[in-house]
């Protein structure tokens, strides 16, 4: 177990470092993208399609940055199996890291700009407290556990069925996306449909980072679609990994 968690911590900074090497601006593009596409669909929902939201701006990356990691990862951790075809027929190792080094390396990345979002939070006026300090690392146990078992399930079938990685990067993309409020916060919804959003757990998860950078309030209730589907898809994910990864090699 230990040398498995020294091998993602390997693979998860070597990531890191291989993705900006020889950049001028390093790790500030795992920030400025995300900024720059906040800073676009502000200036379009804002300006133009006028929604009228309070500190819009805030509402917008609070989302969206979380959303980053998620739509990231999966798109990106997919192929993890199936890329890495070779390394996994003349090498053993633990197969499962390759997929949680690529959600870790992200998460890192997203890690990094909550100090960003947490700067223009203070400067808009709005102070944190201690409930930061627990909803914090609560939400990305949650989130990391969600994603992580999206990836195992989706990657094991990757390596049998190829045209799942470009299904995934489309219906996350422009599907999930749009299904989930990342965009627009839940409540310029019809609260006739909130439950229904709320099944959804990027949804409830999307507003369980809201609610405590925007208002500093603790995951409560509706945050209990995303924890539960994040523990099952985790123990399916789990399961069909060590289902088919004795054929990896066969099929790569």
């Known amino acids: 177990v230990r040398r498995a968690w020294e091998l993602v911590y390997l693979l998860t900074f070597r990531e890191l470092k291989l993705r900006y090497q020889d950049t001028v601006f390093g790790f500030l593009w795992s920030l400025i993208r995300p900024l720059l596409q906040g800073a676009v669909l502000f200036v379009v929902l804002r300006k133009f399609i006028r929604i009228d939201v309070q500190d819009y701006h805030l509402v917008l990356l609070a989302g969206l940055f979380p959303w980053t990691w998620f739509q990231t990862s999966l798109v990106l951790a997919v192929s993890s199996f199936a890329s890495n075809g070779a390394l996994i027929k003349k090498v053993y190792f633990p197969r499962f890291v390759l997929p949680l080094a690529t959600v870790l390396n992200n998460g890192v990345q997203y890690a990094l700009s909550i100090p960003v979002l947490v700067l ?71 609260a006739k449909y909130h439950d229904l959003v709320l099944l959804n757990p990027m949804a409830s998860l999307i507003e369980g980072w809201r609610d405590l950078f925007l208002h500093n309030q603790l995951p409560g209730a509706d945050m209990w679609p995303a924890l539960v589907f994040a523990v099952a898809i985790a123990a399916i994910g789990s399961l069909s990994f060590q289902k088919m990864q004795g054929g990896f090699a066969d099929a790569l």
């Open 120 to 190: 223009l939070l203070v400067i808009g006026g709005y102070t944190p407290n201690w409930t930061w300090i627990i909803g914090i690392p609560y939400l990305l146990a949650v989130e990391a556990l969600l994603i992580m078992g999206v990836v195992l399930f989706i990657a094991s079938f990757d390596v049998y069925f190829r045209d799942l990685e470009h299904l995934t990067d489309v219906f996350v993309g422009l599907i999930w996306f749009y299904l989930t409020p990342v965009i627009y916060p839940l409540s310029i919804v019809p």
